[in-house]
């Protein structure tokens, strides 16, 4: 009997440690929201929808969220551009063409690019990327939102190569082994037999690059210039969701508006990142295979 | 293809090779162990070794009880329903929460609601929270990876469930589990967002004198050399040699992790 009540204790116990994760979330959730909510009643939400960040000025702030949010957009749409055809080219040799010594020197470097801290790499950007930038397209400066862009699809590489190179390890051989009988070519099989049955995998793998990509900070920060304005031209300055919260968290007063809005900005990309997560759970749980 | 997959590596043995280069030029005994001084253009980073020892240190302490005991739950005890499938949606979520929104968490619950202020306690918990989702998931495997006979044959001698976890599972699960948790120091000794808001000291040529008190990290340091320094230029070699010190530490322990798995693959082979 003693021994199945310490069982059912420690059941228990385990069971509490396995809620917490739910309540961090939870919490993350409530706090976020709880320090943001009183700019809805002064400034007002309106504010929000302003086309101009000036968080302090003499005269009028104001706190439009919209050039931060073309600005994080610019990025992500430039750096998934760069991602997506060398994250899955590279998952797609290292998978199906690489002998298995080729993939055991791969697949580590690819690790380590993982690895890398992000300040790291921001500091490469800054000390290497953008002297080149500038100089290669002959540029007032080269901290724009392309070297952010390339910096952010270097950080993307590792998580899309890794998870499209499951979906693809996961395509039955039978597929490839029909594919192959009927006379199709090696290349030929890949592309119209192995990439189409992973693809679920592949777009989960896109859409996890993006959330790690919307929520990157420093290496955005060092190297985009930090103008808040309005673009959509990669080689403009501009400043993210990310590097504002980041930058100017620093110097605002507890409690005032400014603070109320960098935490709404907060609440901008945790709900457009839990968005595409739960989005791409969703593929990988329906279309999980073999 | 081909190219693809060798133009990353490429890109890797740049950065690498870059900063090893122009890094190991100001390494020597001062720089890794004394004080900054003129705000870092002189001196050396130890405050920020030790600020960066601290925080994995005891983040790890407090995701990887909580970790291990987590996943031992879901692997061993969770049926199919919906506790387990909200744990499991958890845990992906808080997989995917940029670091930057850990950090304003970490700033509205611990710095501010808790009352810890910018502190060494405060970053501490904000990271652990940010590593926890590695740890589960990598345990998880690791118990998983456990065979099936071994967790029958406990039982049928009559042992509790509990006792065959504990004597059957957890030993041969423990490499796998370290494993993991090496992983989740590499990404908390690198992160800078979250201890931007909740920890990280400018400039403290001193050392912490209790859990409350700021401390300066490696990342932060490297980028308020590299960014923040009125004289950015003077500071380049230091920043350097900053940048260094943090890619050593976190790839000798993603190298660590390596090794580590492969001797426990070879050790337990089902």
Known sequence: MRHYYKDRIIKLFLQLTASLSIVIVICIFVFIFKEAVPFAKRPGLGELFGTRWVPTSPQKESFGLVPLITGSLVVTVLAMLLTIPFGVGAAVYISELAVPVEREILKPFIEVLAGIPSVVIGFFGLMVLVPFVKSCFGLATGLTAFSGAVLLALMAIPTVTSISEDALRSVPRSYKEASLALGASRLRTIWRVTVPAALPGIMAAVMLGTGRVVGETMAVMMVTGNSAMITFWPFDSVRTMTATIAAEMGEVAFGSDHYRALFCVGIVLLVSTFALNIAAQKVLSKYRMG | ?270
Request: hydrophobic share 55%; glycine share 10%.
């Open chain 2, 1 to 270: 293809m081909r190219l693809t997959a060798y133009f990353v590596i490429l890109v890797v043995g740049c950065i690498v090779f870059e900063i090893i280069w122009r890094g190991a030029r100001v390494m020597n005994w001062e720089f890794l162990f004394s004080m900054p001084r003129r705000s870092g253009a002189e001196g050396g980073i130890l405050p920020a070794i030790i600020g960066t020892f601290l925080l994995v240190a005891g983040s790890i302490a407090a995701a990887f009880p909580l970790g291990v005991a987590t996943a031992i739950y879901l692997s061993e005890y969770a049926r199919q329903g919906r506790f387990t499938h909200a744990v499991r949606v958890a845990i992906a979520t808080l997989a995917g929460i940029p670091s930057i929104v850990f950090g304003l968490f970490g700033l509205g619950l611990f710095v501010i609601f808790f009352g810890w202020g910018c502190s060494i306690m405060s970053g501490c918990a904000t990271l652990a929270c940010m590593i926890l989702p590695t740890i589960i998931v990598s345990s998880e495997e690791a118990l998983r990876a456990v065979p099936q006979s071994l967790r029958e044959g406990s039982l049928a001698l009559g042992a509790t469930k509990w006792q065959t976890i504990w004597s059957n599972v957890l030993p041969y699960s423990i490499g796998g589990m370290l494993t993991g948790t090496i992983l989740a120091i590499g990404r908390a000794a690198g992160e800078t967002a979250p201890i931007l808001l909740t920890v990280a000291a400018f400039y403290l040529p001193r050392l912490p004198h209790s859990a409350f008190d700021q401390v300066m990290a490696l990342p932060y340091h490297l980028y308020v050399l590299s960014t923040q320094h009125p004289d950015t230029a003077a500071v380049q070699p230091k920043a350097y040699g900053t940048a260094l010190v943090l890619l050593i530490l976190v790839l000798g322990v993603g190298l660590a992790a390596i090794i580590l798995r492969i001797r426990v693959r070879k050790k337990y082979k089902w």
